[in-house]
DNA sequence: CGCTTCATGTAAAAAGTTACATGATTCA
DNA sequence: TGAATCATGTAACTTTTTACATGAAGCG
């Protein structure tokens, strides 16, 4: 399980509400780790009763009161303990590709169009990332030196990148493969 | 859901148990979709009570018998339909990166060795791939011209085999960024 | 005799998804 | 007035993981 620690890790970046975590998973740690505000709450409530974080009540001027959350000394080091706990084997969940296997028991052209507008998709999230990259750290506007943090999230960041050239490079092969397997291919 | 689609598409390639099936999910398949044998299981259940697979008890010397499914016609169209529907966004669990910044709150150094530990088995898995596809693909041995199903199989493999490289330079530059926050970095 | 492989499961717990629910404020 | 955003949750369901369980055959 790592909710919890994905949580610790955002919260010790900046404390927050769980509604703020929500909208930070939408972006930033949510490029590496999706939670829904639903599960979010559920784990922020179990979090507070094994004493890992405390929660502030926080007044605001027109809007609703919320509940900003801090990490205690006990929850920092139950992430350094998670963070010293060997890293487990990712369990791979790749849908588009049980489809292309399947497509060989269908019609592998009828992909063609879904495959690019998954590509779409994922050309969108690379310019996302490649906007958030000048803004933290490329552009005239970054820290300069970074500190640890920024040079740490600004790695995982260039994995996120990495990661989608790749598959945009992959998504051009495989609509090229299927493209190749149709009547006139 | 897709485990129920990815053992479709397995049975379709090749019947089997769900022994086998299990065996199917250390390798191949597996490669980009994970499950034990206890799901696969309980799912092979609830499909041959939704008539999308059936059992044949097969008799086997020296071994205890094995129930051998295969896909029924039902099963087929439900595989279809499923091809049908718009993929859905992945929802992403990179442990790893939530451990990279959380070493922000801890000591990065002390992640150096367990990413390197992780990136050795990232580059069995690639070696095993490319093994795969010299096997299967690219070597003597290999059918040409391929088939659509092999074709189909390829484009996935040269997806893993783009990733697990993607990794490797992702996971140098990690440790390498690791490094340079140590003490004489 | 003990280890591994083949073969099939049950049970309980943890995690994740989907649907439902409320109420205030701001902006067009 | 109606939609969007802020803010917090509950309930039901599905999926996944982990642990437990059994039994036969082959190998060294």
């Given amino acids: 399980?790592?909710?919890?620690?994905?949580?610790?890790?955002?919260?010790?970046?900046?404390?927050?509400?769980?509604?703020?975590?929500?909208?930070?998973?939408?972006?930033?740690i949510g490029y590496f780790w999706t939670a829904t505000h639903q599960q979010i709450y559920?784990?922020?409530?179990?979090?507070?009763?094994d004493g890992w974080i405390d929660a502030r009540e926080v007044e605001q001027q027109a809007r609703p009161d919320k509940k900003e959350y801090s990490v205690t000394a006990l929850g920092r080091s139950a992430l350094s303990a998670w963070l010293h706990e060997p890293i487990a084997p990712e369990s791979v969940r790749h849908e588009l590709a049980v489809k292309i296997r399947g497509a060989a028991f269908d019609d592998p052209v009828a992909l063609i169009r879904e495959v690019e507008r998954y590509r779409e998709e994922h050309a969108e999230?690379?310019?996302?990332?490649?906007?958030?990259?000048?803004?933290?750290f490329t552009g005239p506007d970054a820290p300069a030196p970074p500190d640890a943090g920024q040079q740490l999230q600004h790695v995982v960041l260039?994995?996120?990148i990495?990661?989608?050239?790749?598959?945009l490079a992959w998504l051009d092969d495989v609509i090229d493969t299927l493209h190749r397997l149709g009547p006139q291919g």
Same sequence: chains 1, 2.
């Fill in 1 to 28: 399980m790592a909710l919890e620690h994905a949580i610790l890790v955002s919260l010790l970046e900046k404390p927050g509400s769980g509604y703020e975590l929500a909208r930070r998973f939408e972006r930033s």
């Fill in 42 to 49: 559920r784990v922020l409530k179990r979090m507070e009763g």
């Fill in 125 to 136: 999230r690379l310019a996302r990332y490649l906007a958030g990259e000048r803004r933290d």
């Fill in 158 to 160: 260039r994995g996120g």
């Fill in 162 to 167: 990495a990661y989608e050239r790749m598959t």
